[in-house]
């Protein structure tokens, strides 16, 4: 069984930092994109960062992308998430996901084509007091 392993999620003070990590186990992701997900309670889930292991691109939500650094470190096959100057509105359970990269498709990414996102982690819960 596939399976994505997200860590990292804390308690840290508005302004702080935290790295989260993903790392997949059973596959190696060089042909996968690796995305981020958050869920704050009582609201949907919002994409949040996302790197496409074939060709390195990436890709930011708004609210996060003058604050964050997505990368990844194939020989850990792992994929970070440095999240710099917290706020309280970055209070969320973080989910990592994982999707097959299909080249030569448009919208063959899950980066541009979150619906091929097909593998899920558990979640790390990041908290941020003000």
Same mark, same amino acid.
């Given at each position: !069984?596939?399976?994505?392993?997200? %860590? ?13 990590? &993903?790392?997949? %186990? ?16 009582? +609201? ?5 960062? &996302? ?13 996060? +992308? ?29 989910? &990592?996901?994982? /999707? !097959? ?6 919208? /063959?990414?899950? &980066? ?8 899920? /982690? ?9």
């Amino acid at each position: !069984e596939v399976q994505l392993q997200a %860590s990292g999620g804390g308690l840290v003070q508005a302004g702080g930092s935290l790295r989260l990590s &993903c790392a997949p %186990s059973r596959f190696t992701f060089d042909d996968y994109a690796i995305g981020w997900f958050r869920q704050a309670p009582g +609201k949907e889930r919002e994409g949040v960062s &996302c790197i496409d292991n074939t060709n390195g691109m990436t890709t930011y939500g708004d609210s996060v +992308k003058a604050r964050t650094t997505i990368s990844s470190d194939n020989a850990r096959n792992t994929v970070y998430l440095q999240m710099n100057g917290l706020i309280p509105e970055d209070t969320a359970v973080y989910y &990592c996901a994982a /999707g !097959e990269v299909f080249r030569g498709y448009t919208n /063959g990414s899950p &980066c541009s084509n979150p619906d091929l996102f097909d593998t899920w /982690g558990q979640g790390t819960l990041v908290t941020v007091s003000s």
